[in-house]
Structures are given as structure tokens and as C-alpha cells.
């Protein structure tokens, strides 16, 4: 991935310690010493045109991306988090997090009626969206790398009291999302595996 | 016409069903998975088949697989996100006979589904 001041989210204490430049350096040598390579940004775009596509798609609703970031854990900072693993060509996890309000807003819109409780509707509504953007990304790597990708059954979680351990300290890439429906963060971790053809 | 949705996601199932009825086609039954579909089609005779791929308990193209061991007139459309060449590829062969990829706009399910059974009406009557 090609580091410039635009890829990292530089929080107030590390602004008044470091400079930019600084950073970045700091920022690339703990997650080349995490993972043995920094994430590549090749990987990312395909999730997000597929975030894109599904908005536009089934939502019929743009999507506005904000600046990508680096992150060395998936903070759950959201309500409702849905995962899926890749396996094969390239390994990894997806997950789109989600504040309550815009999940109710994407589910009620598809339905087209008003959900105003997260029941098992919306949880099942939610791992079809990462289950559409995945498999969306998937088939674009799949074909451009000339091989296999293979995806998980989505997994669902609600509330923020847990953590993710896998991949074992993996850095993830986060892209923050902003619509009429509401505001929601993709963060994916991937990289290349070891696949037959 | 029976068609069979088979998808563990009710909110897929939902946006396949609101396809069909403007294709005009009412008379849907739904499974959640590969096994139930296999359960559904060894009691009923459906005259389509729309099949997700990744499903827990049984995947799709697990499903088509037996189907296929037993049917092969049935028409089956793949309904998945997963429309890389590997993977088509591996569903043809295993007798899928067309894709509907997610996330599908309604107009363009449509003129796939109709393809295929115009497809399937035209062999028939050959043979």
C-alpha cells in the first residue's frame, strides 16, 4: 500500500506528539511488524465499489466515502457489526458496522416499512448486505487475480462488548460511509493467500 | 408454474418473490437452505429453481449437485454475489443453467428468468 499523510486518522495526542511524517513512520513499522506487510490498498476498492453498487442497487441511495484509515484492532464501536471471512487467493475479514438507526433505515427501505426495533428481520437483512458486498468484491478479485475465493456464511453481532482476535493482529483498513440513511463503516483485513488454480 | 426460492436470507427470499410476482409468477414455495429445497423437491414438481449459494447446512451448488442426480429438466438459475469465472464455471458444470447476480436490479431478473424458461420451453420441444 503507498503511505501518504491521507491514509492515517491521527488522533489529539498523537498529533501533539508526533508530526505527520512521524507517524506515518510509526504507523508503518507496527503493522509491517503485525502482519509482515502493511495492507494492500488494491484489495479495499473492490469493497468499495460493491458498497456502492449495493447502496445504489437495492437501497437506490448514494453513498458518500470519507477518508480510508488504518487501524491496528476492530474497535466495536457500532451496534451491529456483520462479519465474513475470505479464504483461498486472499484471506481475510469483512465487516460493515452499523449504528442502530441506520440499520433500521437500509432494512426498512428494502421492506418499505417502518422497522423501528432491531429483531431478527433486520439482523438477517444486515448479514444479506455483507453477504452481497463481499460476494460483490469477491467475484472483481477473483477475476482479476485468476483464481479461487472463497466466502463464510455471514456472522452477526450485536452491542459493543466484544473483540475480535482473528486475524491474529491484523491491521485493518476502515472506510467510514455517509448516506441519507445513515452513517456506517466498512473495515476489511486481508491478505494474499496460498490457493491452487 | 411452482417455483422453488431457496435462500437462508428472508430478506433475499423477500426481493426474489417481489421478481417473480411481477413476472407473474404467484405460486412460490420457500426453503432455507440446500437440504430443505431437497426435502421440497422429493414431495412437489416445480417448474424453476432459484438457488443462493452460500447456505449453511447445505450450499447451493451442493443442492444442484443432487438435484441433478435425479432431474435434469428441471430449470435451475443461480441466485448469488458469487459470479466469478471459477465459480460459474464450476455451477455450469454441475448443471446450473443460469445467474442472476446480487445485487440484481428487478428488470434485469426478470429478462434473465424469462430467458431461461424461453430457453428451457424451446429444448423441450426440440427433444
Known amino acids: ?197 | 408454474m411452482k417455483v422453488l426460492v431457496v435462500d437462508d436470507s428472508a430478506m433475499a427470499r423477500r426481493m426474489i418473490i417481489n421478481v417473480l410476482k411481477r413476472a407473474g409468477m404467484e405460486n412460490v414455495q420457500q426453503a432455507n437452505d440446500g437440504q430443505e429445497a431437497l426435502s421440497y423437491i422429493s414431495t412437489n414438481e416445480y417448474q424453476l429453481i432459484l438457488m443462493d449459494w452460500n447456505m449453511p447446512n447445505m450450499t447451493g451448488i451442493e443442492a444442484v449437485e443432487k438435484i441433478r442426480e435425479k432431474d435434469q429438466t428441471t430449470p435451475i438459475i443461480m441466485v448469488t454475489g458469487l459470479g466469478d469465472e471459477h465459480h460459474v464455471k464450476e455451477a455450469i458444470k454441475k448443471g446450473v443453467n443460469n445467474f442472476i447476480i446480487k445485487p440484481f436490479l428487478p428488470d434485469k431478473a426478470i429478462s434473465i428468468i424469462k430467458d431461461t424458461l424461453k430457453q428451457f420451453q424451446t429444448t423441450n420441444k426440440a427433444n
Open chain 1, 1 to 197: 500500500m503507498k503511505l501518504d499523510n491521507k491514509t492515517f486518522t491521527i488522533n489529539e495526542g498523537e498529533k501533539n506528539r508526533y508530526s505527520k511524517n512521524k507517524f506515518r513512520e510509526l504507523f508503518k513499522k507496527k503493522a509491517e511488524k503485525s502482519t509482515g506487510s502493511v495492507p494492500q490498498a488494491e484489495f479495499i476498492n473492490p469493497f468499495i465499489s460493491s458498497v456502492s453498487n449495493l447502496f445504489e442497487t437495492i437501497l437506490e441511495c448514494p453513498v458518500m466515502r470519507e477518508e480510508l484509515s488504518l487501524r491496528m484492532n476492530l474497535h466495536p464501536n457500532l451496534d451491529i457489526v456483520a462479519f465474513i471471512s475470505l479464504s483461498g487467493a486472499i484471506q481475510g475479514t469483512v465487516a460493515l458496522s452499523f449504528p442502530t438507526k441506520t440499520a433500521l433505515a437500509m432494512v426498512s427501505r428494502v421492506y418499505q416499512e417502518d422497522m423501528i426495533i432491531v429483531d431478527s428481520t433486520v439482523m438477517d437483512a444486515v448479514g444479506e448486505f455483507v453477504n452481497m458486498v463481499a460476494a460483490g468484491a469477491q467475484s472483481i478479485l477473483a477475476n482479476e487475480m485468476k483464481q479461487k475465493i472463497e466466502l463464510s456464511v455471514p456472522t452477526m453481532v450485536r452491542g459493543t462488548c466484544f473483540s475480535i482476535d482473528y486475524p491474529s493482529q491484523a491491521t485493518w483498513l476502515e472506510v467510514p460511509f455517509s448516506s441519507e440513511l445513515g452513517v456506517f463503516l466498512l473495515r476489511v483485513t486481508i491478505k494474499r493467500g496460498e490457493t491452487e488454480n
